[in-house]
């Protein structure tokens, strides 16, 4: 039992390790998004495109989770 949860845990850490460059290069996009926004006199909140993303996630925890990052990536895309 001991291994398999030794497996796990090693598989918990690459996804967490994918997940985090996954999310960091995602908040760079963010920053750059935000940047031609400013430059295009847009602005920063797309509801639209904000709903069409979180309805398209049909799990609640997952979605909650989408919440927040979409939260983060608009303050990263509001910032100087």
Sequence with gaps: MNDTLETMR???NALD???KQALKRRFEISES???YKQKHNMS???SSRETE???AID???IRNIYAVILRESKARQTSE
Excluded: P, Y
């Design 10 to 12: 090693k598989e918990i």
């Design 17 to 19: 390790k994918t997940i």
């Design 33 to 35: 998004i935000g940047e």
């Design 44 to 46: 920063v909140l797309d």
């Design 53 to 55: 993303i979180l309805n």
């Design 59 to 61: 799990d609640e925890s």
